[in-house]
């Protein structure tokens, strides 16, 4: 359940990037609830937003499969601003309460770890999994792939926490695909990156 409802946040936060931290936090949601009904550990569920997460960035990699997303994109926001009358960025300010993108953050990372304590060495440098960046394509379309790569690493969640497997095969425990879709990314002369963050 937790996997397929990170699949569903993902490719719902991709295309509609306005609110992509808001959908994190939504998709986060369903592993929590599976814990609160005694059904899953929160290992299960960290183990399902890794999966989900992982499996969507093989997806958004392939080059056959990719234009499909941009084509749902496209309908999809074509058909919510005909329903409201407006564009989406307008459209969801008006009316619907959802959290902050701070506040969908914050209830993200908590629900990365659930309180664990970390076991592991504390300070690895992070080694974005593959394909990873490729997920951020819709936030920061004009972003090169290394820069993408750059807003993970600074994004991160810290190493030692349980089921981190750092490496270009590992490494989804630490991925806070909520803070990287909140981050405000402006791009310099030398093609670093300055990162900020929502407020409010």
């Known amino acids: 359940h937790t996997n397929r409802a990170y699949i569903k946040g993902i490719i719902l936060a991709t295309i509609l990037p306005e609110i992509a ?18 059904v899953h550990y929160p290992l299960d569920v960290i183990a399902g937003r890794m999966t989900g997460t992982a499996s969507m960035a093989q997806h958004w990699a392939d080059a056959r499969f990719r234009p499909l ?6 309908e999809v926001r074509s058909s919510l601003e005909k329903k409201c009358g407006t564009t989406i960025a307008t459209c969801t300010k008006q009316g619907l309460q959802w959290l902050s993108a701070k506040e969908s953050v914050r209830v993200y990372t908590e629900r990365m770890t659930y309180g664990f304590p970390k076991i592991g060495p504390k300070g ?9 960046e490729e997920l951020l394509r819709t936030i920061f379309p004009k972003l090169t792939k290394q820069q993408r790569k750059m807003v993970l690493q600074a994004t991160a969640l810290e190493s030692g926490y349980p089921l981190d497997i750092n490496g270009p095969d590992g490494g989804w425990q630490r991925v806070n ?4 879709f909140a981050a405000k990314v402006t791009v310099q002369r030398d093609g670093s990156l300055i ?5 409010a």
């Open 195 to 199: 990162i900020s963050y929502p407020k």
């Open 124 to 132: 690895v440098k992070f080694t974005v999994p593959t394909y990873a």
């Open 69 to 74: 997303f941009y084509e749902a994109m496209q």
């Open 177 to 180: 695909f909520a803070k990287a």
């Open 21 to 38: 931290p808001q959908l994190m936090a939504r998709a986060s949601e369903v592993g929590y609830n599976r814990i609160v009904m005694g």
